[in-house]
């Protein structure tokens, strides 16, 4: 990765199923180490779960969408959260700041923020607490020069983990946004 610990590496392919981050559950030891098994590609490819290709977001006015088609995105990497946290931990900034950088070099850039959670909490609970998640990316985003319109968010709670939630290291690398570019 581009100097963020915690990040999946470039293509992260998403396989669905249930696992989420927050609420309760007992201790957060997270900062999942190294063993994250990035089978690398662009096209985060959905293995397994339920399918659910993009589920989640509320379809609200904040720009989150149900459905979000990933076709013509690239991914950048992923921002991880402490259990039940939305805040920004700063070792992440380094690389916002590059996503910054790329989108200032090109103006017609968009951006796509999914946040996501591990399986721990209520569903419920855990599709607004990645919504948060995504939130706080796109006020960074926005803080730092970003149009609000280059950037879309979406919502997707504990229904996409990336990696095993049966291990406190898997749940750790599924507390995260998700961030993906298009240029046109």
Excluded: W
Aim: no cysteine; net charge neutral; hydrophobic share 20%.
């Amino acid at each position: 990765g581009k100097g963020n610990d915690n990040k999946g590496g470039k293509g992260n392919d998403n396989n669905g199923g249930k696992g989420n981050d927050n609420n309760g559950g007992k201790g957060n030891d997270n900062n999942g180490g190294k063993g994250n098994d990035n089978s690398g590609g662009k096209g985060n490819d959905n293995s397994g779960g339920k399918g659910n290709d993009n589920n989640g977001g509320k379809g609200n006015d904040n720009n989150i969408n149900d459905v979000i088609s990933k076709e013509g995105y690239s991914t950048l990497g992923d921002v991880n959260f402490d259990l039940n946290q939305s805040t920004l931990k700063p070792n992440f900034k380094g690389m916002l700041n590059e996503v910054i950088y790329l989108l200032k070099q090109d103006n017609n850039a968009t951006i796509l923020i999914d946040g996501h959670t591990d399986i721990t909490g209520e569903e419920s609970f855990n599709t607004k607490l990645a919504e948060l998640r995504a939130e706080a990316v796109k006020r960074y985003l926005e803080l730092n020069g970003i149009e609000r319109n280059r950037i879309i968010i979406g919502s997707f709670g504990e229904s996409k983990p990336k990696y095993s939630n049966d291990t406190p290291g898997g749940r750790a690398l599924n507390r995260r946004v998700e961030i993906m570019i298009k240029r046109d």
